[in-house]
């Protein structure tokens, strides 16, 4: 399962050499941007600053905070109430982009399992190299909510570096995210 086919085009990235996924159900009814907003500017303070010293580190080219264009840095590329796009540059080689996106549970599968196929608890969807390349299983999602936030971040190298320090902190990251993810899934009920 993956955000749908027009949300990853209102990206506008490729190539997309790595790619992540998660999702979380809920009976929130809030809009892409306010769940955008709920995970990244929500989070707590320590988190807050971690991602943007992280972010200043790698050379981010971040939004300036008080502009309405942008999520905790990120530049809105698309704005939606079911979808937005969120984007950045990293001068150490890496471009970015954050795509959530809202569903009724009504166009999601009956059975949870068909939706991911794992059997171990987990927002966890997918994450690798796109096409072919390994992808680290993934985790079951219960269809309990009355909609999906789905969550795909795509990741385009552009300098060896940007590789480099990727494939190193990806693992973190994942780890990172589904906390804010969680924590964000808690604080909307």
């Known amino acids: ?15 997309v050499h790595y790619r992540e996924g998660f999702a979380l159900d809920t009976d929130a009814r809030l809009s892409a941007e306010e769940w955008a907003r709920l995970i990244l500017e929500g989070a ?7 991602m943007l010293l992280a972010w200043t580190l790698l050379g981010v ?12 840095g990120w530049r809105i590329q698309h704005n939606t109430p079911d979808t937005i796009v969120l984007s ?3 001068t150490a080689g ?6 959530l996106h809202i569903a009724p549970a009504t166009n999601l599968p009956a059975d949870p399992a068909s939706v991911v196929g794992a059997a171990s608890p987990s927002p966890y969807l997918f994450a690798g190299p796109p096409a072919g390349g390994a992808v680290e299983p993934a985790g079951d999602v219960h ?3 009355a909609a999906r936030l789905t969550h795909v971040m795509l990741v385009r190298y552009d300098r060896g570096l940007g590789r480099h320090l990727w494939t190193r902190f990806a693992p973190a990251h994942r780890r990172f995210y589904v906390g804010l993810l969680a924590r964000a899934g808690d604080v909307a009920r």
Do not use: F, H, W, Y
Request: no cysteine.
């Open 143 to 145: 269809v309990a909510g």
């Open 44 to 50: 707590p303070r320590l988190a807050r600053a971690k």
């Open 88 to 90: 950045t540059r990293a």
């Open 94 to 99: 890496v471009t970015a982009r954050l795509i």
């Open 1 to 15: 399962m993956e955000a749908k086919p027009e949300a990853v085009a209102l990206a506008g990235l490729a190539p």
């Open 61 to 72: 080219d971040l939004a300036p905070l008080r502009s309405p264009n942008q999520v905790l």
